[in-house]
């Protein structure tokens, strides 16, 4: 495999769709929910002791931006909380509002709908929020993130919490190779092979170019999908800054084994994902 790092002949031009283009794999919501299956305990029970750690107050209601087939809004209802989440795939919505519709226990405590993460606001204000697996790197514009972090602030109440778990920059983009890039799936008559593997940085359009595929045999049949997925190649210094127009302080770093990581060291994608702590500031924000 060859990854490159380029300076600016990635032609976004030819993406159609532009910062508002939907994949046709987030379109396959019995397909993704397989794919991303994983265990969340572990981060489930992070979340909680961040919300206890730099909240001074119970939180009892949560959204989740680009909740996908709602893994973690299942979890969270199934514990008491009430929790909203969004995403722009109508049919991962009704996806996973079918699926967790069938638990009665649960059907008061989430609720799930369509939205953009560039401008969905709720009106009443929720106690915190948390995004996963670098999904805020969908934006890709500052606009769009400054916008989406506004939203946000609304959103929430003064001091919520926004856990949001991001990728950064390799200082070597080969450090982007990682041993879990091509997975396989086995269950009932479904076999998939799926692959997520970071093809090239364009350092000048900040976009990380990913190449998707998952090769589906079910029932006899094979069907396959291959797409590139570009999304914002952050930078721990734009980051911050963006946030922080939106309205938020960056109040805690952690790593995939949610120790805590000095805002002062090298903070770069050879850390691995990192969920970044925000605390908003009703007062900061600029609108
Ligand atoms: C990698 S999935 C993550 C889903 C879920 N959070 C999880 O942990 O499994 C990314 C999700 O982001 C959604 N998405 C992409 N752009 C979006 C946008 N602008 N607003 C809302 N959701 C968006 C996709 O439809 C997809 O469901």
Redesign the pocket.
């Known amino acids: 495999m060859s990854i490159t790092e380029t300076k600016s002949n990635v032609s976004l031009e030819n993406n159609k769709l532009g910062n508002?283009e939907?994949?046709r794999f987030?379109e396959l919501p019995k397909y993704?929910d397989l794919v991303?299956k994983r265990n969340i305990d572990n981060d489930f029970e992070f979340f909680r002791s961040i919300f206890r750690l730099y909240c001074n107050f119970d939180v009892k209601r949560i959204i989740?931006?680009?909740?996908?087939?709602g893994?973690?809004i299942e979890k969270f209802a199934n514990h008491g909380y009430y929790i909203k989440g969004?995403?722009?795939?109508k049919k991962?919505i009704k996806y996973c509002d079918q699926r967790l519709q069938k638990n009665i226990e649960i059907r008061n405590n989430y609720k799930v709908i369509t939205?953009?993460?560039?401008n969905?606001i709720f009106k009443k204000e929720s106690d915190a929020a948390f995004?996963?697996?670098?999904?805020l790197g969908?934006?890709r514009t500052d606009e769009d993130i400054i916008s989406h972090f506004k939203t946000m602030n609304k959103s929430l109440r003064d001091g919520g919490i926004y856990i949001a778990e991001i990728s950064c920059k390799c200082e070597n983009i080969q450090n982007e190779i990682k041993k879990d890039d091509i997975w396989y799936i086995k269950e009932d008559n479904i076999d998939i092979k799926a692959q997520w593997i970071i093809k090239r940085y364009d350092i000048e359009k900040k976009i990380r170019e990913i190449d998707f595929q998952m090769t589906i045999r079910e029932n006899g049949k094979k069907k396959e999908i291959k797409e590139i997925h570009n999304l914002r190649l952050w930078t721990f210094e734009d980051f911050k800054q963006l946030t922080s127009l939106g309205g938020f302080s960056l109040i805690g770093i952690y790593n995939q084994n949610y120790e805590s990581v000095s805002e002062l060291s090298e903070i770069n994608g050879e850390l691995g994902a990192l969920y970044f702590i925000l605390k908003n500031n009703k007062t900061k924000s600029s609108e």
């Open positions: 508002s939907q994949y987030y993704y991303f989740e931006p680009a909740c996908g087939s893994i973690f969004y995403d722009i795939s991962m939205g953009d993460m560039r969905k995004i996963c697996i670098n999904s969908y934006l």
